[in-house]
């Protein structure tokens, strides 16, 4: 509880210093609070400005300055919106998934369009007896809210303002509301002659009551969980897309009803000649019944069908604008030579649909009839179509193939290749008549995609009909389609890689230190085999098997042996021997691993004969020594002015003797070191 009661006052002095930075005039009021008993509010905030409406920026600033974001997933909070807002404007929450509750207070007339949509997480919000409108989709996507309490004041409700809230199962309205009244927890007009909007959580069976005259567009639309609906014989009209989009396995018409009728829970006509809606929950195979004339708008789907086929009747002639719009699962479908009319869309996105017959009696294939048809290979234009509008194919992204019988382009003027029937379709092979190849070339890069090729029908109007012959690729040659037609036309297409080598260790001579060694492989496809040589290891003496110190006369050792075998080797540490200056005999030793020449065990004579017996400069030997220590007395370097020189495996070091006195009395040493010298005390 201490890290939330520290935020929460984090938050309340940031919000005051801003209150401090404002105009006096219509202040913002802004307030946060931690909410210690109700886990389920988070940090309560107050936002509005008196007398004003609350916009997305005003909410936008003040839930800022309390550190909450439209799209934070983490800080659960609820809001009470001050006194005296007049209304909460369009998008004001708009997607704050993290809202949990909302306090609304009586002056607030009007809630705009989109006003709470995608707040998934608001559970409950209470509308206050003061609101007259609630906006279009002012409450879509709010999955988390399962009650909603219309007051009397409201008198406008607009599209939609609860689609897709799946977890809402019940629309009650005060008894004295003059516009719009509930029943079972459906809302209605105030008469119940328009049944307006069914909540999408809403499950099991709903009978509609009799007197209702009108079932609105989007009535159960986004219904996720309602299994039916049976429509009195008082209904007289259904409008577009009032079942669409929804779960409903089964819609029921009274027999009374003298309008409409409903076979194995489809809704038709009562003529039985316009079939109106198949509900989205039906799945398996569908047929039209015969008789049926029309198939009318959104009559299958959009989105949920699960429908995997449908037969259509030869009675049917018309297919309405979108009919089986976006039926993603759909497999299987016939369109009988009795369709004279398809719509726009009528067959849009249905994707699982792998070939397309077009009726002969059809004359028009309208603006985007067939887009989106992801697995349609190939398709044959019939010879009685007249016109081709634009996107009739658009977006087919594996169309290759298309057949034109009639010489004439069926296409009207195109100004842009947006405007084509094959926009974003692949280049493709456009088998044409002899007669009509120059027009149809003239349409490449236009109507038919870039690297389309236009490939003569001849004039009996033949179409090569190809044997398809898969070569596989193998290791090293690449893979191809061989493509044979009866009158001998061939070709070769979809070339693909060689695959190459997968080689596979199958087995080793392990390398010694002395021989060299081998991986064996062979390759899992081709059976193909290689070797490949290890080196020899070499011998890795690292161990230390003896040691003897060399002393001043006699040589020491070090006996190694390899890790890898039994092979041995001694290394020679030579003895450490002595150096003559000027006569004097200086032994050498190894002192932290550095030959070291102590100098102050000398005698004073010895000393008085190696810098003051002779004139000329002083030497010291150590060709055979990298590295070396020379410790001197300071003292005895005074008024003597001589070069050193000492000789190192690494070159010679020289060193002036009056840069080592000071009357100090301490020790002074010749640190050698890779060809150089350095002097301190010790």
């Known amino acids: 509880m201490r890290k939330k009661t520290n935020k929460a006052l984090a938050i309340l002095l940031t919000a005051l210093f801003i209150l401090t930075l404002l105009p006096a005039m219509a202040l913002p009021v802004f307030a946060a609070e931690d909410d210690d008993d109700d886990g389920n509010e988070g940090i309560v905030v107050k936002v509005g400005v008196p007398g004003k409406e609350l916009t997305y920026e005003m909410v936008d600033e003040m839930l800022g300055e309390a550190g909450l974001f439209r799209y934070d997933p983490d800080a659960f909070f609820s809001v009470i919106i001050v006194d005296e807002v007049t209304a909460i404007g369009e998008r004001a929450f708009q997607s704050f998934r993290q809202l949990v509750n909302v306090s609304i207070p009586y002056s607030v007339q009007a809630i705009a369009d989109h006003a709470f949509e995608g707040c998934s997480n608001l559970m409950s919000i209470e509308l206050p007896g003061g609101l007259c409108s609630i906006g279009d989709y002012s409450f879509r996507d709010c999955t988390s809210l399962s009650k909603m309490y219309i007051p009397d004041s409201v008198n406008s409700i607009g599209q939609f303002p609860f689609g897709n809230c799946t977890s809402l199962d019940e629309i009650s309205v005060n008894e004295d509301n003059k516009v719009y009244s509930s029943y079972n927890g459906v809302l209605f007009n105030k008469a119940m002659t328009e049944l307006i909007l069914c909540p999408g959580g809403k499950t099991d069976a709903f009978v509609i009551p009799d007197g209702v ?77 015969d008789g049926v004339k029309t198939i009318g708008q959104y009559a299958f789907g959009p989105y949920v069908s699960s429908l995997s086929g449908v037969t259509i009747p030869e009675s049917v002639t018309k297919i309405d604008d979108k009919a089986f719009y976006y039926l993603y699962g759909l497999r299987n479908l016939n369109l009988p030579d009795s369709i004279t009319i398809i719509g726009k869309e009528a067959f849009a996105a249905c994707t699982g649909i792998t070939s397309l017959s077009i009726p002969s009696n059809l004359s028009t294939i309208s603006e985007g009839a067939f887009r989106s048809w992801d697995s349609l290979t190939e398709v044959t234009i019939p010879e009685n179509i007249t016109t081709i509008s634009n996107g009739a194919f658009t977006n087919s992204f594996n169309l290759k193939s298309v057949t034109f019988i009639s010489a004439n382009p069926p296409i009207p003027e195109v ?47 033949h179409k090569h009909e190809y044997q398809v012959t898969v070569t596989a690729p193998t290791c090293t040659e690449q893979g191809y389609t061989t493509y044979i037609c009866d009158c001998s036309e061939s070709y070769y297409d979809d070339f693909t890689d060689a695959l190459g080598h997968d080689w596979v260790l199958v087995g080793n001579d392990v390398a010694t ?56 080797k001694t290394v020679v540490i030579p003895a450490i021997g002595t150096v003559t200056v000027n006569g004097v005999i200086i032994f050498v030793k190894i002192w932290n691993d550095i030959p070291t020449l102590d100098m102050r065990e000398l005698s004073s004579e010895q000393v008085s004969t190696i810098f003051r017996g002779l004139e000329k400069d002083i030497t010291i030997d150590l060709s055979n020594q990298a590295s070396a220590d020379i410790y001197a007395e300071a003292g ?37 070191r890779d060809g150089s010298a350095s002097i301190g005390n010790i």
């Open 213 to 289: 005259h009108t079932i609105l567009e989007y009535a159960f639309f986004e219904n996720t969980g309602m299994e039916s609906v049976t429509i009195p014989a008082s209904v007289t009209e259904i409008q577009v897309y009032a079942f669409n989009h929804s779960f409903l396995c089964e819609i029921d018409v009274d027999e009374a009803n003298p309008l409409f009728a409903s076979i194995d829970g489809v809704l038709f006509s009562k003529d039985m000649t316009l079939l109106i809606c198949c509900p989205g929950g039906k799945t398996g195979e569908y047929t039209v019944p």
């Open 513 to 568: 230190c002395t021989e060299l060694g081998y991986e064996y492989y062979e390759c899992s496809r081709c059976k193909l085999t290689k070797t490949e040589v290890i080196p020899a290891l070499g011998h890795d003496f690292s161990i230390l098997i003896d040691h003897k110190d060399a002393t001043a006369d006699e040589d020491g050792y070090d006996v190694l042996g390899c890790s890898r075998c039994d092979e041995t």
């Open 636 to 672: 005895w370097f005074k008024d003597i002015d001589k070069t050193i020189t000492i000789k190192t495996a690494k070159g010679d070091v020289t060193v002036k003797t009056k840069t080592l006195w000071n009357n100090s009395g301490k020790t002074r040493a010749i640190q050698i």
């Open 415 to 461: 100004r842009y290749n947006f405007d084509s029937p094959f926009y974003m379709c692949p280049a493709m092979k456009v088998y044409v008549p002899t007669e009509g190849v120059d027009a149809y070339t003239a349409l490449v890069g236009m109507v038919f995609p870039e690297g389309s090729e236009i490939i003569e029908l001849g004039g009996t109007g």
